[in-house]
């Protein structure tokens, strides 16, 4: 649940005078917190000075904490008035409206109303409202813009899916649903609706924001950790690679001022050998391998292909070779630190491939502990069964457990734990808080739906964490949860297998790779175009991703759906590589139809099926 913090000021040579009798302030402060839950109150009485009022509102407006100033007195039309001339300066833009909003709520109370010239504005990301001085009078005005002041702070804070929510009841697609939910307390907790609804509320509180903007969101919340970009910026290499002259080539090490023709082989070099430094005249030469170091007094390699084997010894040696061709200073020769000199980079650019990563450390002789986002699974159902186990009436096999582990382990993360927990919200409350004591991500499945069983989100209520969002507008995943608490990040994936598969992909894999350091554009998988091979797929009103196989034809990439597309059917995602990104169907367009372009998310490296 949000948190206000509100600025109470009673403006009142009286009370300045004489504290006690300040009785609007906290009037104020009591419907405050009868009215949000969380709020919190910083207040001050003043006398009616100008400067002084103007002072303390500066340096409330001033502070990050306060969003909403609401004074009370110095309105009216007495000499001493001065609160709204105080006021007007500080604000960056009028509320007109709200002024007027207040007044005719006051007015059907008394006509004296009229003698209030108290204004509303915005100064910063503060709005500012000027109450009358009496408790009645404050009371009937707080009701006046109750409702109204969440929204306005999300308008305020550019808070956009929470706009958009307000937005939709306000114009009906969203039925039903009580005023703000999020920050207007409640009694009574309902899990379905996240504690918003009361018995004819039967739709989801949450919006449901567009793919991209649930992505937006999640990477503009999760913090990036530029550990390992650190790590890869500064590491320079402690060795030389190769750390000797080696040979690029199997052939004959020997002196470049020498000649073709008949030479006798000395040695033999093997890879691993230690460097030969032992004279060698210009008719002499050393048999060696690929690899192997290039003897003191060599400079030159002629490969085995340009010589001709002329006779062995008794022990079967080679003892003398023709050379073919004419040896150059440095052929087949690669110097000291050719690849990688001692002292330089060991990531001309940051590279977050575990492949990639791991193995150039490898090559330098580093072991780095590299830090990786601490990862946790939890898959939440009553019904799920292990799948080692024989079969259970009214249970079935928890196959969401092994895929999302699998697809961290694929793309190179770690699973640090993994629960499976019952539809129970005391044992699921108390595993997520006992888990973020030692994870960054929980990612879970099932449970964030409608049902009453859908623990998921009043869970994260419970626990402080601030939902950012509840539905997404895709198929599937639509239920698709994401809330954080400071530097803790929660994934509610639908429990259907494959909305849990799919969004895993479009989010969970994205979030962890940017804590990870990764760069933008790479924490998605890489988006390709497709050519239809279906005759026609209905789309649905919701844009849908759609498991399919790919086949490319002439060079050309070409995907075919995988079957029937129902959320619980994991068989869609054999021999998927991409989803199909689907729009939402129109009036204008119902079907999606062969040989049309549609962008693709690759799943998989291997995501080519067929060549034909
Ligand atoms: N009244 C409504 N009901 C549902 C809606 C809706 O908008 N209104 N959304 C549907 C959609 S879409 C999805 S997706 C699911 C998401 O449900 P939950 O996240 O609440 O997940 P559960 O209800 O717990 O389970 C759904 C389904 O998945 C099976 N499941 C769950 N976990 C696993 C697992 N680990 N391994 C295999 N299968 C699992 C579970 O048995 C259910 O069949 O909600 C719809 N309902
Ligand atoms: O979004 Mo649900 O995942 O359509 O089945
Ligand atoms: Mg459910």
């Not at 709200?98 to 990301?125: D, E, M, P, Y």
């Not at 000199?341 to 330098?364: E, I, N, T, W």
């Not at 992909?505 to 239809?532: M, Q, T, Y």
């Given at each position: ?40 109150v910083v207040s001050a009485v003043l006398p009616d000075e100008r400067d002084l009022i103007q002072r303390e509102l500066r340096k ?198 020498g000649f073709s023709g008949t030479k006798r082989v000395v040695d033999c070099i093997a890879a691993g050998d230690k460097v030969n ?336």
């Amino acid at each position: 649940m949000e948190s206000i913090t509100f600025g109470i000021l009673t403006i009142s040579d009286t009370c300045y005078h004489e504290p006690v009798k300040d009785r609007s302030g906290p009037r104020l402060k009591a419907l405050i917190a009868e009215s949000f839950d969380n709020s919190q109150v910083v207040s001050a009485v003043l006398p009616d000075e100008r400067d002084l009022i103007q002072r303390e509102l500066r340096k409330w407006i001033d502070r990050d904490d306060v969003s909403i100033i609401i004074t009370t007195g110095g309105t009216g039309f007495a000499p001493r008035d001065v609160t709204p001339e105080a006021t007007k300066p500080l604000l960056d833009k009028d509320c007109n409206q709200l002024t007027l909003a207040i007044a005719l709520t006051s007015l059907k109370k008394t006509k004296f109303a009229a003698l209030s010239r108290g204004v509303c504005g915005i100064a910063g990301n503060t709005l500012v409202l000027n109450f009358p001085g009496s408790e009645k009078a404050v009371a009937e005005c707080f009701e006046a813009v109750r409702e109204l002041l969440p929204h306005a702070l999300h308008l305020i804070g550019n808070n956009v899916a929470l706009v958009q929510r307000t937005h939709a009841e306000v114009q009906g697609t969203f039925q039903n649903t009580p005023a703000l939910p999020q920050l207007l307390k409640r009694d009574h907790v309902c899990p379905h609706k996240t504690g918003a609804g009361d018995d004819i509320d039967r739709n989801s509180p949450f919006p449901m924001l567009p793919v991209h903007q649930a992505l937006d969101t999640i990477l503009d919340v999760v913090q990036r950790n530029n550990v390992r970009k650190q790590q890869m910026d500064l590491l320079l290499s402690p060795v030389n690679i190769p750390p000797f002259r080696a040979s690029i080539k199997d052939g004959y090490a020997m002196k470049s001022s020498g000649f073709s023709g008949t030479k006798r082989v000395v040695d033999c070099i093997a890879a691993g050998d230690k460097v030969n430094v032992h004279p060698l005249q210009e008719d002499e030469c050393f048999k060696i391998n690929t690899g192997a170091p290039i003897p003191t007094h060599a400079d030159c390699v002629v490969q085995v292909e340009d010589t001709r084997l002329l006779q062995r010894d008794k022990y079967g040696e080679e003892s003398l070779v023709d050379i073919l061709v004419e040896p150059k200073s440095g052929l087949d020769i690669r110097p000291v630190g050719y690849d990688l000199l001692k002292g330089d980079k060991v990531f001309p650019a940051a590279d977050y491939s575990p492949v990639v990563y791991k193995s150039l450390l490898a090559s330098v002789g580093v072991e780095q502990q590299q830090y990786k986002p601490k990862v946790a699974i939890v898959s939440t159902g009553s019904e799920l069964l292990p799948p080692q186990e024989p079969p259970v009436a009214g249970k079935i096999y928890d196959s969401n457990t092994t895929m999302l582990k699998e697809l961290l382990l694929y793309f190179g993360f770690d699973c640090r734990h993994q629960f499976v927990l019952g539809d129970d919200l005391a044992t699921i409350k108390s595993c997520l808080s006992n888990l973020f004591d030692t994870v960054d991500f929980v990612i879970c499945s099932g449970g964030v739906s409608m049902g009453d069983k859908d623990y998921i989100k009043p869970v994260l209520e419970d626990l402080q964490f601030k939902l950012h969002f509840g539905r997404v507008n895709m198929k599937p995943g639509k239920p698709m949860t994401f809330a954080s608490r400071s530097n803790k990040y929660f994934f509610g994936l639908p429990g259907n297998p494959v909305s849990a598969f799919v969004t895993f992909h479009l989010f969970a894999l994205p979030a962890i790779r940017w804590a990870d350091g990764w760069e933008r554009v790479k924490c998605s998988l890489p988006i390709i175009n497709v050519s239809l091979l279906n005759e026609a797929i209905e789309l649905d009103s919701r844009p849908e991703y759609v498991r399919a196989s790919v086949t490319s034809i002439n060079g050309q990439l070409h995907a075919s759906v995988n079957g029937n597309q129902i959320s619980s059917r994991l068989q869609s995602i054999v021999g998927a590589d991409v989803l199909i990104h689907l729009p939402g169907r129109t009036a204008a367009k119902t079907q999606a139809c062969a040989g049309e372009i549609y962008s693709a998310s690759v799943l998989r490296y291997d995501f080519i099926s067929r060549y034909e």
